[in-house]
T-cell receptor, first 118, second 115 residues
């Protein structure tokens, strides 16, 4: 295990539903990330948090709403999703942000939540 | 445009054989290159991280090489095992306009090791 857990592992939801994905890291890291992995596409970075503060939002639609109450927990709230949002959603954490000069902080990934929007 | 291209897209080999996966990138300026292994239904797990000055790095039966001049990397797997069946993803760290590091992910090579 990587020290990063995600729940649920699988989720099927209708377009009018509201659901939340949860991520927890037990590594004492300060940075947490949400990624989307779709078939035939590279991983897409969605959001980055550092010390609970959002530092990056890569033009993600507002139907995805992240929340980071502390450095160990990260949520992704979902509402009125579209079928094209079906994908594997991965959470990751690292000791620091990769933006610091001379630092290459490794990211540790959770197992992901397989989301299907019907 | 910053890009990472991997080849082959997929590969099937017999257990015990060796194989080499390729990664070409156009990311500039370059910071480091990582190889990840992703098992089906799991998140990626880091195998190696290589900086500009490193030519070769090993992690057990996995050996990564980096040629920063030609912007190419390879991942060599020795004496393959059934558990090596996975997707292998090359990730290059560059810098965006704000001078922050940005990870550019490849599509991955899907490796199947058959008995």
């Amino acid at each position: 295990e990587t020290g990063v857990t995600q729940t649920p592992r699988h989720l099927v939801m209708g377009m009018t539903n509201k659901k939340s994905l949860k991520c927890e890291q037990h590594l004492g890291h300060n940075a947490m990330y949400w990624y989307k992995q779709s078939a035939k596409k590279p991983l897409e970075l969605m959001f980055v948090y550092n010390f609970k503060e959002q530092t990056e939002n890569n033009s993600v639609p507002s139907r995805f709403s992240p929340e980071c109450p502390n450095s160990s927990h990260l949520f992704l709230h979902l509402h009125t999703l579209q079928p094209e949002d079906s994908a594997l959603y991965l959470c990751a954490s690292s000791r620091g942000l990769p933006g610091l000069a001379g630092r290459s902080y490794e990211q540790y990934f959770g197992p992901g939540t397989r989301l299907t929007v019907t | 445009k910053n890009q990472v291209e991997q080849s082959p897209q997929s590969l099937i080999i017999l257990e015990g054989k060796n194989c080499t996966l390729q990664c070409n990138y156009t990311v500039s300026p370059f910071s480091n290159l990582r190889w990840y292994k992703q098992d089906t239904g799991r998140g990626p797990v880091s195998l190696t991280i290589m900086t500009f000055s490193e030519n070769t790095k090993s992690n057990g039966r996995y050996t990564a090489t980096l040629d920063a001049d030609t912007k190419q990397s390879s991942l060599h797997i020795t004496a393959s095992q059934l558990s090596d069946s996975a997707s292998y993803i090359c990730v290059v760290s560059g810098q965006n306009a704000g001078n922050n590091r940005k990870l550019i992910w490849g599509l991955g090579t899907s490796l199947a090791v058959n008995p």
